[in-house]
């Protein structure tokens, strides 16, 4: 099963519009859009053995009614007739100096020879159909996939070792367990990250787990993906 991005959809422009007047037609107390931040990543799928771009999407949120009130985040590109939708069962929280962020790193697009550049629409609503929206314009020039050097990683002596730093000395495991649920990020400028470690955090990761490797290379405004590397129960005995 093949474990590396939200669905995105194809569809006409002005089914999107209608869709999303019918749902924002008894907004009130809408929730906010404070800051946006996006970057596109080049996935080096391990299971399906491609590489192409993949989106990171956040964005940081208010809403009057409380988080919990926050129901989907859409995304759409009329031009391109694309969209992409995330509710809270598939973005990902984070809480960083007391701003709350919601999004996702897996906003994948139809077909490898595609690219993320273009205008968007960035619409967030609650579940009482209030929503905020926000223009977004992402530019970006795809690299030669062929020059790019992915990180790696190898599993020995409960540690998982990193290899290819690409200049940069950072790595970000990103850590799902089997039930396909994003669990946590862990950061290590070693190049080696304690099986112990992610146990102490999610105990019930010891049945078995994967994860995606990121590193952002030096001097780049992009950043690399590995994955997914899949460890059984077995395996981390």
């Not at 190898?154 to 000395?169: A, P």
């Amino acid at each position: 099963m093949e474990k590396t991005g939200v669905r995105f959809y194809k569809i006409s422009s002005a089914l999107i519009i209608l869709t999303v007047l019918f749902i924002t037609g008894c907004a009130d107390n809408p929730p906010e859009i404070y800051q946006v931040f996006w970057q596109v990543n080049i996935l080096n799928n391990r299971e399906n053995k491609t590489i192409h771009p993949q989106l990171s999407l956040f964005i940081q949120v208010h809403d009057p009614d409380g988080f919990e009130d926050l129901d989907q985040i859409y995304l759409i590109n009329d031009k391109k007739e694309l969209f992409w939708k995330l509710d809270s069962e598939s973005w990902i929280e984070v809480t960083e100096d007391d701003e709350s962020w919601i999004g996702s790193n897996t906003l994948s697009l139809p077909h490898p020879s595609m690219d993320f550049t273009g205008e968007y629409r960035l619409l967030l609503l609650d579940v009482g159909g209030a929503s905020a929206e926000k223009i977004i314009v992402i530019n970006h020039s795809p690299a030669s996939f062929a020059e790019l050097n992915f990180p790696e990683a190898e599993l020995s002596g409960g540690v998982i070792n990193l290899t290819k730093g690409n200049g940069s000395t950072e790595y970000i495991l990103w850590i799902y367990g089997n039930d396909e649920r994003f669990r946590s990020a862990f950061i290590t400028s070693d190049g080696s990250l304690a099986i112990d470690g992610i146990f102490k955090a999610h105990a019930d990761l010891a049945n078995g787990f994967y994860f995606f490797i990121y590193q952002q290379p030096q001097e780049a405004d992009f950043g690399l993906i590995s994955g997914p590397f899949f460890y059984t129960a077995d395996e981390l005995q």
